[in-house]
């Protein structure tokens, strides 16, 4: 079964920058996506950035320009660059692991909190 844990988060002052990872645990088949989403206090969940097993990756318009995510295939790591955090940032930040071999599977971690404030 795959577990995954995430890390990373943490106070911030805006402006400033943090790295996430998050690490699947157990076997994982390709092709598969792995992706980060955030869920503010009062709003739904919302995409963040994904990444194919085949480095396709796809940015919420929000983020593009200033968060960039990336994998490790050998480590089954994905990492969460962001810089230039704006208040409106702050929320949950929630890993997703998605495939459909052998069976349809979508993992979600527990989420690390991102605090953006002066």
């Known amino acids: 079964q795959v577990q995954l844990v995430e890390s990373g988060g943490g106070l911030v002052q805006p402006g400033g920058s943090l790295r996430l990872s998050c690490a699947a645990r157990?076997?994982?088949?390709?092709?598969?996506?792995m992706g980060w989403y955030r869920q503010a206090p009062g709003n739904e969940r919302e995409l963040v950035a994904t990444?194919?097993?085949?480095?396709?990756?796809n940015y919420a318009d929000s983020v593009k320009g200033r968060f960039t995510i990336s994998r490790d295939s050998a480590k089954k790591t994905v990492y969460l660059q962001m810089n230039s955090l704006k208040p409106e940032d702050t929320a949950v930040y929630l890993c997703?692991?998605?495939?459909?071999?052998?069976?349809?599977?979508?993992?979600w971690g527990k989420g690390t909190l991102v605090t953006v404030s002066s």
């Open positions: 997703k692991f998605a495939t459909t071999v052998p069976v349809v599977i979508n993992r």
């Open positions: 990444i194919t097993s085949g480095g396709v990756k």
């Open positions: 157990g076997s994982i088949f390709s092709p598969n996506t």
